[in-house]
C-alpha cells in the first residue's frame, strides 16, 4: 500500500500528541511493509524528502513571511489562521509534485484541520479515496465555539470529515463528540487508538542528576509534562497544590512543557504562594523527559478535555503510577485503581485526593509501576494501530474501485 500522509507537524518539530500520533503510524506501517510519504510543515523552510525511520518525510515552510506566535496559539490571533492557510498550499504543491513524480499513491490520509485544505485539494486533483483522522476538536478545546474563527476551524473540520471516504478518531469519547458536533454517521467512523513507543530507561545517573535539579533526596515528586493550553487543566493541578502540601509536605511538582497559558499558571502559582514547590521547567528534551518519568513518584495529567492521551500512555509505558481526569480518552486509556487512579475533572480537591493517595501508599505505588506497562504492551502497541488502520485502507480502496468516481 502506498500512502500520501498529511500533517501540520511531524519530529523533530513536535507541539504536541499529533506529531507522536503521526511518526507512530507511519512508522508502524513502513514496519508492516506499507510506503509511506508523509508531507508536512516546517517553520525552518522546505525542505527536501529524506528517509526517517523508514518513512520518506518532505516539509514545506509553514510560510513565506516571520510567524510570530505559536502555531497553536489559543485561537484568537488571525496570523494562526494565516500561516495554517499558507500551510495548506505549501502541503498541496508538495504532494502533488511527490505523488505525480513516482508511481501513484493507493491512498492519502490527512491529519486534523490545519491539512483538510491541502487534502481536499489533492483528492480531487489526483483522484485518490481520503482517510481523515480528527485528533481533537475546536469545539472540544474551548467549550463550544464562541468566535468567528472558532466557527471557521470548526467548519474546516467538517470539511475533512465530509471529504473523506471514512475518519478516524482515537476513542468512543471522541466518536460520540464527532456524531454530535457533525452530524457525523457512526457508520463512517472507525475508532481506532493511539500507541506508545517502548521506552529506553535512562541510566540511572541521569535520572539521579535531573532530579537533583527539582527535588531534594528525601522529597516526593509529582510531575506533569504538555502543552500548556487551558484545555490541559494545568491550573486544576495548582490549585490542588496547597491541598497535597498539608498532608504531604515534602512535595515538589515539576510542570514541564510551554504554551499560551504559561504566563497565567506562573501568576497563579505566585498568587497561590507555592512558587518554592513548582518547578516550571518549559520545553524539554525526549532525555530529560524520560529522567524525569523515572524519577517521579507520579504524573499527573488533569485534563478538563483529552480526545486520547499519549502523555499518559507514556507514563505508564515507563511504570510511573498515574493521575488522570476521569474524561475523554483518558477514562477509556486508564483502569481505575489498576492501571492508575482517575479523579473528577476540574476538580481540585479531587485530583488533591489522587496524588496524595498514589503518594502516600505504597502498594499501591507498586501496583500501578507493574501493571501500566504490562497493560501499554498488550493493547497499545503501534504496530497494532498500524494493522487496524491498514484494514481501513484496504476497506477504502476496495470500495472506491467498486464505484464509478475513481
Ligand atoms: O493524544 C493524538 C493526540 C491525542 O489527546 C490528544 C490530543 C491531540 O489532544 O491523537 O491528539
Known amino acids: 500500500m502506498r500512502v500520501l500522509m498529511l500533517s501540520y507537524e511531524y519530529p523533530p518539530e513536535v507541539v504536541g500528541g499529533l506529531g507522536a500520533a503521526v511518526s507512530g503510524l507511519a512508522r508502524a506501517l513502513v514496519h508492516r511493509g506499507d510506503h509511506v510519504h508523509v508531507v508536512s510543515a516546517s517553520s525552518t523552510g522546505d525542505e527536501a524528502p529524506q528517509l526517517l525511520d523508514g518513512v520518506m518525510v518532505s516539509r514545506s515552510a509553514r510560510t513565506t513571511f516571520a510567524e510570530r506566535f505559536d502555531p497553536y496559539g489559543s ?3 488571525s496570523d494562526f489562521l494565516r500561516v495554517a492557510m499558507e500551510a495548506n498550499f505549501g502541503l498541496a ?89 457533525f452530524s457525523l454517521p457512526e457508520d463512517k467512523i472507525d475508532v481506532i487508538p493511539n500507541g506508545v513507543d517502548q521506552a529506553a530507561i535512562p541510566e540511572p545517573k541521569v535520572v539521579d542528576e535531573i532530579r537533583s535539579q527539582y527535588a531534594g533526596s528525601g522529597e516526593r515528586l509529582v510531575f506533569y509534562v504538555g502543552r500548556l493550553v487551558y484545555e490541559k487543566g494545568v491550573h486544576v493541578l495548582l490549585s490542588s497544590v496547597p491541598k497535597v502540601l498539608e498532608e504531604a509536605a515534602n512535595t515538589r511538582f515539576v510542570v514541564a ?34 529522567a524525569l518519568y523515572a524519577a517521579a513518584d507520579v504524573a499527573v495529567f488533569p485534563s478538563l478535555y483529552e480526545p ?33 487512579l482517575k479523579v473528577y475533572s476540574g476538580d481540585a480537591d479531587s485530583l488533591a485526593w489522587g496524588i496524595k493517595r498514589v503518594l502516600l501508599d505504597e502498594s499501591l505505588r507498586t501496583r500501578l509501576r507493574e501493571n501500566g506497562p504490562a497493560e501499554v504492551r498488550e493493547r497499545f502497541s503501534w504496530d497494532r494501530v498500524a494493522d487496524l488502520t491498514s484494514c481501513v485502507y484496504r476497506r477504502v480502496l476496495s470500495e472506491a474501485r467498486s464505484v464509478p468516481w475513481s
Not at 511504570?319 to 492501571?339: A, C, F, N, Q, Y
Request: glycine residues 10%.
Open 75 to 77: 485561537g484568537g490571533d
Open 93 to 181: 504543491s508538495r504532494g502533488f509534485a511527490e505523488a505525480t513524480r513516482t508511481e501513484p499513491y493507493d491512498i492519502i490520509h490527512a491529519h486534523d484541520w490545519h491539512s483538510a485544505f491541502s487534502a481536499k485539494s489533492l483528492k480531487h486533483a489526483l483522484r485518490i479515496p481520503l482517510v481523515f483522522t480528527v485528533h481533537s476538536t475546536e469545539h472540544g478545546r474551548n467549550r463550544g465555539i464562541h468566535s468567528d474563527l472558532q466557527r471557521y476551524i470548526h467548519e474546516i473540520e467538517w470539511m475533512g470529515t465530509y471529504e473523506a471516504w471514512r475518519v478516524i478518531c482515537c476513542s468512543n469519547y471522541m466518536s460520540d463528540e464527532l456524531r454530535r458536533i
Open 257 to 290: 512543557g510551554d504554551g499560551y497559558y504559561a504566563g497565567v499558571l506562573r501568576e497563579k502559582a505566585e498568587k497561590l504562594r507555592i512558587g518554592g514547590y513548582v518547578s516550571f521547567t518549559g520545553r524539554i528534551s525526549d532525555r530529560e523527559r524520560d
Open 308 to 340: 486520547f492521551g499519549i502523555v499518559a500512555l507514556e507514563a505508564m509505558a515507563r511504570g510511573t503510577p498515574v493521575v488522570v481526569s476521569d474524561t475523554g480518552g483518558l477514562r477509556e486509556v486508564v483502569r481505575h485503581e489498576k492501571t492508575g
